[in-house]
């Protein structure tokens, strides 16, 4: 009775789940930046550095113009940059995507701890934001990234599953060569979607750094992108069930928190590693035993190369 009175009073707490929803978004912007790039059968495993270089950017542009709405506008562009780089490579120059993703994340993470010690000298940290310069609370303490994120699930429903252009999106990750017998270019739809996923990878970078944080940390982004990834797959490719797989992450994330440091009855204080390792552990557990057999789009993974 007492341990089931600790778990409703921290673990299933109001203010658990109102961090569990600060802790989700910027796992809900790169779930649905792959969510948008692998339906058009572009597989992303760049999120991770795009959110990273996002951060950075915002953080650094927020920062010098003293506006939060500018280091977003950083945000989003140098991620897009970076989603480019990927889609020339593996779309134009039809390259591995796994490797042109892998690579996207190794340099994002050395280029903003190189660029970010050479600019403020900080140990690769940029200064402390305040006042304009973060996104403050506009509605139940939640920034406008967050609502801005959560009108984003709806939006990607409809317009992949109810819209002529969503329609095509999921037509070429799923048989490209009919896409392009139809006269439909192939290789503008994919591109479209590597940029929409850009521009989410981007406001979730800059969540991170400007609107979570006060500022970059070197690898601040943590494995974020891993675990979109994961709650992706989790959520079979779909926008609603990956609001909910994010969230659960989420919450795994704020309640591990709740318990750093506290002891629980019949059990005692758990060591902070293994609290600190709790979502990337059940991250594991859900995906090898939860979710069943999880079918990807058909030609995610696989280059396009138009029949003569």
Partial sequence: MELLLFLFTTIFSPATFDSALRMSIPLLAACLAGLWSERSGVVDIGLEGKMLVAAFAAAAGAYVFGSAWIGLVFGILSSIAFALVHGFASISQRGNQIVSGVAINMLAAGLTAIVGNAWYGQGGRTPPLEGAQRFDGVLFGHSALTYVMLLAVPLTWFVLARTR????????????????TAGISVTGLRYSAVVIGGILCGIGGTYLSVGQAAGFLPNMTAGRGFIALAALIFAKWRAWPALGACFLFGWLDAAANQLQGRSIPGIGEVPVQFIQALPYLMTVILLAGVIGKAIPPRAAGLPYVKER
């Fill in 165 to 180: 252009f969503g329609l095509r999106l999921r037509a070429v990750g799923e048989n490209p060569a009919a896409v392009d």
